[in-house]
């Protein structure tokens, strides 16, 4: 239980081990509420500090679970669950009022942001908004664009940094709007992945899926060790960055408007890249020198390895060896 005050940082929050669960059972362990609008004083001006609530849940998931996850703004964690606790998932969630409002208006805030778990046969969905439609009964993935990311009539005066460990093959979709997302040490070589936000960041570290699709609008995306049988990687004016190992038979593409595709390669590993653009500029520091034509280079590393596709209307594209990529500002 949070003590009157407290307003504990996502990397400072305790291990989440916990004992197991029962086989189909849930539990709620542990709601702690901070303080509610309390004032100090800076430099002689009253400032508010903003109430904040801690919540965590763990709840039993059914094998090649999918797990979706919706945030407007904060931001979302995943990484992977103990596998001494089999088919936990656990949910921490911080939420952070983003106006100062009295005790009263805040509790009833921070009781519509509802965080509990909620299940549907393989299914289950932790966010500020219920998924506007289920996912069929015979388990396809639902299609979820970035244009079907909904702005509520009303931006709840909320932010919340949800933090997840997830069960070993588990899939994961995560939608967001503001919130940046990180996916780090998650390994799940038979499951998909499919992470989409408008503005907020996506950032993937040591991850291994079957299928693995991100999709931003003005987002960064940043991979290093993504490796994936099919990879999809889309943004809109945002930096594309990827780097470190990728699946040795795997397949890439990496599509962008305006944003520049930055392809950092290990040395002496096998690939083949085909990048292509209409109004922008190839940049090719490869000690390989390719074939180019108008507007397309095509470089093949080795006998086999990871093909990646590059298609920009006017980003530019750059292939670059390790340790000499050259980070562009976010745009």
């Known amino acids: 239980m949070s003590k009157r005050g407290d307003e504990t940082p996502m990397n400072d929050l305790p291990n989440l081990s916990h004992s197991p669960l ?43 679970s999918l797990v979706t996850v919706m945030n407007f703004a904060g931001s979302v964690e995943v990484r992977a669950a103990d596998p001494e606790e ?46 506007a439609r289920a996912t069929p009964d015979d388990g396809a993935p639902p299609d ?57 960041s996506v950032t993937l570290d040591r991850v291994e899926a079957d299928d693995l699709r991100v999709e931003t609008v003005s987002g960064t995306l940043r991979l290093s060790d993504a490796r994936a049988r099919r990879g999809q990687f889309q943004t809109l004016t945002a930096v594309i960055q990827a780097g470190g190992a990728f699946h040795p038979g795997g397949w890439y ?7 520049p595709v930055l392809l950092e390669f290990e040395p002496d590993t096998a690939f083949t890249v085909e990048a292509r653009t209409y109004q922008g500029e190839i940049v090719n520091e490869l000690p390989i020198p390719g074939r180019a034509g108008p507007g397309s280079l095509e470089v093949t590393a080795g006998a086999s390895g990871p093909y990646l596709r590059v298609n920009t209307f006017d980003g530019p594209i750059q292939l670059t060896a390790a340790d000499s990529l050259i980070t562009t500002p976010d745009r």
């Open 22 to 64: 029962p086989r189909g059972r849930s539990r709620n362990i542990g709601v702690a509420v901070a303080a509610l609008g309390s004032l100090v004083a800076v430099n002689s001006t009253a400032l508010p500090q903003l109430a904040t609530q801690r919540v965590e849940h763990a709840v039993e998931v059914a094998p090649e």
């Open 86 to 131: 089999g088919r936990i998932l656990r949910v921490v969630g911080i939420k952070r009022l983003t106006e100062d409002l009295s005790a009263e208006m805040a509790e009833v805030w921070f009781e519509r942001v509802d965080l509990e778990p909620e299940q549907r046969g393989r299914r289950v969905h932790i966010g500020t908004r219920k998924a």
């Open 144 to 200: 979820l664009s970035v244009a079907e990311i909904p702005v509520p009539d009303q931006v709840p005066p909320v932010s919340v940094d949800l933090e997840l460990a997830l069960p070993a093959g588990s899939s994961l979709e995560v939608r967001t709007f503001s919130a940046p997302i990180g996916v780090v040490r998650l390994g799940a070589p038979d499951a998909s992945f499919r992470l989409r936000s408008v503005s907020g």
């Open 253 to 259: 593409d990496f599509q962008t408007h305006s944003g």
